[in-house]
């Protein structure tokens, strides 16, 4: 069946002497993986358009129960030249089309999934600086778009709220149910769970909450101590690891690590 779908590339591998081996999350069917024949040919047709991060319009022989699809058009359609002129960002949109690999199920649809891959790379893209907040950000609407979305609005001891959590105490973050808990509560919860628990920093809880909440485009204003963010990294980590498979440190991270040194 020829069909056509908008996708973003995720990476590609070379495959016999001129073609690439190229998986894409689709709006329409998830992820999959094409053949494109000639793609490493000099003359070849599909251009730069088969590129990690490359917005495009793909057109593809799709068959039933195969694995591999036969890709006949690739045509961009964002490129996010912007992204590609910045080694910080290269690789933070690395880390976003990384991490929507390692979560992704083959062929699973997910077009909310779809438009928040394309609605980051847009903001990365235009960002003026403070690219990390992005990725973060995309990690934390990932698990909940998969169906873990943390609560950090409410305290889920005393159901006290904590949008204006102005004090400086720490509070809790318990991994299994993303619950938080406020700092009253998490002296008394803490000692409860020997593992799958975190304090979190009154700065770092606050910031947890906009990269949840706050529109992509306003996400470039936060600025936070290294120790901060050094905090958020690991609570994110520590939240992915506990509810999805296959989440080792993403190779993009050591990246970005080199490019910020």
């Given at each position: 069946m020829l069909t056509t779908t908008?996708?973003?590339v995720m990476k590609s591998m070379k495959y016999r002497d001129t073609s690439k081996i190229v998986t894409f999350y689709t709006r329409q069917f998830g992820k999959l993986k094409g053949i494109a024949k000639g793609a490493r040919r000099k003359d070849n047709k599909f251009g730069a358009s088969l590129e990690p991060m490359s917005f495009v319009t793909l057109?593809?022989?799709k068959k039933e129960h195969r694995d591999l699809h036969l890709i006949s058009q690739c045509d961009a359609v964002q490129s996010f030249r912007s992204i590609h002129d910045s080694l910080e960002k290269i690789a933070v949109g690395l880390s976003i089309v990384e991490l929507a690999d390692r979560l992704a199920h083959d062929e699973e649809e997910n077009s909310a999934f779809f438009s928040l891959m394309v609605e980051t790379l847009s903001a990365l893209d235009r960002s003026p600086r403070n690219f990390q907040v992005l990725g973060w950000s995309f990690q934390i609407r990932s698990a909940a778009l998969l169906g873990y979305a943390p609560s950090l609005s409410i305290c889920a001891g005393c159901g006290k709220s904590l949008l204006e959590n102005e004090g400086s105490s720490a509070v809790g973050f318990q991994l299994a149910d993303g619950a938080m808990f406020c700092s009253d509560c998490h002296k008394t919860h803490k000692a409860r769970y020997a593992v799958g628990y975190k304090a979190l920093s009154?700065?770092?809880?606050?910031i947890l909450q906009r990269l949840f909440t706050?529109?992509?485009e306003s996400l470039s204003g936060i600025v936070?101590?290294?120790?901060?963010?050094?905090?958020?990294d690991e609570t994110l980590r520590l939240y992915l690891r506990y509810h999805?498979?296959?989440?080792?440190?993403l190779k993009s991270t050591?990246?970005?690590?080199?490019a910020t040194q």
């Open positions: 908008e996708a973003i057109v593809l022989y009154a700065p770092a809880h606050r706050s529109n992509l936070c101590h290294p120790s901060v963010g050094n905090e958020i999805f498979d296959n989440m080792k440190d050591q990246l970005f690590k080199s």
